[in-house]
């Protein structure tokens, strides 16, 4: 069975361009302004909106809004479809309540990914509700009683012993539930991106914005939405209580402690990370030089072995020898002694030989190596951790100064 998609956009060639390629999973449904589109909306089922923002009468943030303020719309996801790009444009998106942004022009294959992670984000959603529910009363059950300031102190005491950015974002998202906010954690982790929400799915277009706003201002205020970035973490806060200057203020006091602790930790995890990377390729490495070492005893082993077996048997056969020859006895010892000091120097010549000097060669050009690469990634984390350190001062006497 299709899904109906409704389509409210004033151009039909998008119109049939979309709907020529919809196949199967989707069936377009049509409106070609914002007061048919809401009209649509309020009286059939669809299960996701594609929705213009240059249209005649209400644009497409004005229809959104509308949308989500009514109790039969407010759950139909909705999908911008716009030629704009920039920051503002997705905030403004996301303000008035969409779920995704999709800039023109866009891959036909790519819209059709987009719909269908929608419609698996929304049922998803259903699903993990009671989940929510059942964490958001065991958070506040476990937190009733204690002061916000000892809330994020025992936060931060929790935070050491995490050793995943998932139980990391878990704890946090607890102590947010307590202060009821809803939140959005947007960490980054060895060049890896994770996303956590209180309500437990995260948004595509909610990504897009963490991830545009990640390198903008400390504090990104709009509405009753907070965004705080920090080098490795970034907290959206979708419910900051702006009626209430005291609480909103507080609260804004009280996350840098929280956030700082998330992002140490999120640095403590890297620099972990790449140590036991490091420590997991030198023991590798160290192993196949201990097969090499070993391989190439036995090899030198065998060569002087064979070398001296054959030295000797040829010894035993002139000493045999020698006396047919007719030579007297100073004569046989002289040609014994040269023979005997010859298998003496070729024994040595083996052990010396040019195989084994370059197996040994490069195994002093492999540890060599390793002793260069131990330092440089040395090195990297200690400039790492100054900088680290000293953007963190910064980062702190700016919060002082703005609360």
Request: glycine share 4%; aromatic share 8%; with cysteine.
């Amino acid at each position: 069975m299709s899904t109906d998609v409704l389509l409210v956009d004033d151009d039909k060639m998008t119109h049939k361009f979309i709907e020529s390629q919809l196949e199967g999973e989707f069936n377009l449904i049509h409106a070609y302004n914002g007061d048919e589109g809401l009209s649509i909306a309020q009286n059939t089922q669809v299960a996701v909106i594609l929705l213009d923002i240059e249209m005649p009468g209400q644009n497409g943030y004005q229809v959104c809004q509308t949308l989500k303020q009514d109790a039969k719309t407010k759950e139909i996801p909705v999908i911008f479809l716009s030629g704009k790009s920039k920051v503002d444009e997705i905030i403004k998106g996301y303000e008035a309540g969409a779920d995704d942004f999709v800039i023109k022009p866009f891959d036909m294959a790519f819209l059709q990914t987009k719909l269908t992670v929608i419609n698996k984000y929304y049922s998803e959603r259903k699903k993990l509700s009671q989940k929510i529910k059942l964490a958001e009363d065991t958070a506040f059950t476990a937190m009733t009683g204690s002061s916000e300031l000892g809330q994020v102190v025992s936060f931060v005491e929790k935070s050491y012993g995490v050793s995943t950015p998932e139980e990391l974002a878990e704890h946090f998202l607890n102590l947010t539930r307590v202060w009821g906010l809803n939140c959005l954690v947007y960490m980054k982790l060895s060049a890896q991106n994770y996303y956590f929400s209180t309500k437990g799915v995260v948004k595509p277009l909610e990504q897009k914005l963490m991830e545009s706003a990640k390198n903008d201002e400390r504090f990104i205020d709009f509405g009753a939405r907070t965004i705080i970035n920090y080098p490795k973490v970034s907290i959206l806060i979708k419910n900051m209580p702006v009626d209430n200057p005291e609480d909103y203020g507080r609260l804004k006091d009280l996350f840098p402690s929280a956030m700082g602790a998330i992002d140490a930790k999120l640095h403590a995890l890297e620099v972990e990370k790449a140590l036991t990377e490091q420590a997991n390729q030198l023991t590798l490495t160290f192993h196949d030089m201990k097969t090499q070492l070993l391989d190439l005893t036995s090899s030198i082993n065998n060569n002087q072995h064979h070398g001296y077996e054959k030295m000797r048997k040829m010894f035993y056969e002139l000493e045999a020898r020698i006396p047919t020859l007719g030579l007297d006895d100073d004569q046989e010892k002289y040609i014994l002694d040269s023979v005997m000091n010859t298998i003496e120097e070729v024994t040595e010549s083996v052990i010396a030989s040019d195989d084994t000097n370059r197996t040994l060669a490069n195994v002093l050009v492999t540890m060599q190596n390793l002793v260069d690469e131990q330092t440089a990634i040395v090195d990297v984390i200690k400039q790492s951790e100054e900088k680290y350190f000293a953007s963190s001062e910064t980062f702190s006497d700016a919060d002082v100064e703005l609360f």
